[in-house]
């Protein structure tokens, strides 16, 4: 009876949160996708065919954000979290897991660390530790006007050289990328004790923000720290090198239990 119960409760509900693609053969493992500043998660479904057999993926839905667009935008980094928790648990399967990229990094953190549920693995990545969130430069050109925003942004990659040859463009991406600033600039990490849930560390080699030495901070933030990954690459190592992310979600699926005790030392892949 209480097994019934249970998957009753793990029933899917239709909600706005999560997108996915029809090319996952697979329903179960889930893996939930966390999108850096400016970014739609959306992006990161292109590794989903490399995936399929083997996970589903699935993009966060922020309001505001890509299909949600014409949603108000949650400035409220708290009632986002305590948001996407509560739909997590309503519509995961028993295993899932949790991947974010920079400021998604963070979220997916603290969700991991609000969920009733309990996710099987946290993959964060270019994302600094949360005692080191935000970091000075986030604060700082979290207040920036827009045309100096954008310059200073140039500073992470992602974004043209010239996109301020393009004011209409660059406005848009300003308005968006600087309210996630502005997100991210509110954080405070409240002390407490480790997660339980696993996680794993990665960093472009090339990132000129985050630091290799900086991502294996994250040990003292999980009682089962699976390893640390420094891959070639910049903070957007993924969009030139797409099969070293899918490697690495591919090799933390296959770890068992035990295995994820033992920990991995930092190497150049």
């Known amino acids: 009876m209480m097994d019934f119960l249970f998957q009753q409760r793990k029933k899917s509900k239709p909600t706005p949160w999560f997108y996915t693609t029809e090319e996952a053969q697979v329903k179960s493992p889930v893996l939930y996708c966390f999108a850096h500043a400016g970014g739609n998660a959306e992006d990161y479904l292109r590794w989903q065919s490399k995936l399929s057999d083997v996970i589903q993926m699935r993009a966060i839905c922020i309001p505001g954000t890509g299909r949600r667009y014409k949603e108000e935008y949650i400035k409220n980094i708290d009632l986002l979290v305590t948001q996407i928790a509560s739909a997590i648990d309503d519509n995961s399967p028993e295993q899932y897991y949790l991947f974010g990229h920079s400021m998604g990094g963070i979220i997916a953190f603290e969700v991991a660390n609000r969920v009733s549920s309990h996710a099987s693995g946290l993959i964060v990545s270019a994302c600094a530790a949360p005692k080191d969130v935000p970091s000075k430069r986030v604060v700082e050109m979290s207040l920036l006007k827009d045309e100096e925003f954008i310059k200073k942004a140039l500073f992470f990659g992602g974004l043209p050289d010239n996109l301020l040859d393009f004011p209409e463009t ?100």
């Open 170 to 269: 660059s406005e848009l991406i300003a308005l968006r990328l600087k309210r996630d600033f502005q997100l991210i600039s509110k954080y405070c990490y409240q002390e407490r004790a480790p997660i339980k849930t696993p996680i794993l560390s990665i960093v472009g080699s090339e990132d000129p923000h985050i630091s290799s030495q900086s991502m294996r901070e994250w040990e003292s933030f999980t009682e089962k720290y699976i390893g640390h990954h420094t891959v070639t690459g910049n903070h957007f190592y993924f969009d030139k090198y797409p099969d070293l992310i899918v490697n690495i979600i591919k090799n933390t699926l296959a770890l068992s239990p035990n295995a994820i005790n033992e920990r991995y030392s930092s190497v150049i892949i």
